[in-house]
């Protein structure tokens, strides 16, 4: 019962910016820690932003300064805006949670792609 679906990827241009979202069902959103993992062909998949249940951050090295991770627990929302993008971001995006109680059960979105051109 428990889902997560993001949206908001797409193309954009060097520099452009992006916003994607992921709205989550099934679990009690605030007590929940939420991220946003990426994955590169070829490449493994990395965390690129979390946001806890009390808002504390934390950013991947490559995209510190360029995106914000922020969350609506009104809505059941966990945002990732993107700016400044380079051809790097280019990935597939995926929102992800794990139920703290069985930390070793995750949850994960259906991936959004992103893809930034020169």
């Known amino acids: 019962q428990v889902q997560l679906q993001a949206c908001g990827g797409g193309l954009v241009q060097a520099g452009g910016s992006l916003n994607l979202s992921c709205a989550a069902s099934?679990?009690?959103?605030?007590?929940?820690?939420m991220a946003w993992y990426r994955q590169a062909p070829g490449k493994q998949r990395e965390l690129v932003a979390a946001?806890?249940?009390?808002?504390?951050?934390n950013y991947a090295d490559s995209v510190e300064g360029r995106v914000t991770v922020s969350r609506d627990n009104a809505k059941n929302t966990v945002d990732l805006q993107m700016n400044s993008l380079k051809p790097e971001d280019t990935a597939v995006y995926y929102c992800?949670?794990?139920?703290?109680?069985?930390?070793?059960?995750?949850?994960w979105g259906q991936g959004t792609q992103v893809t930034v051109s020169s």
């Open positions: 992800q949670t794990y139920d703290y109680t069985r930390p070793w059960i995750e949850y």
């Open positions: 099934g679990i009690t959103f605030g007590a929940y820690r």
């Open positions: 946001i806890s249940s009390g808002s504390n951050t």
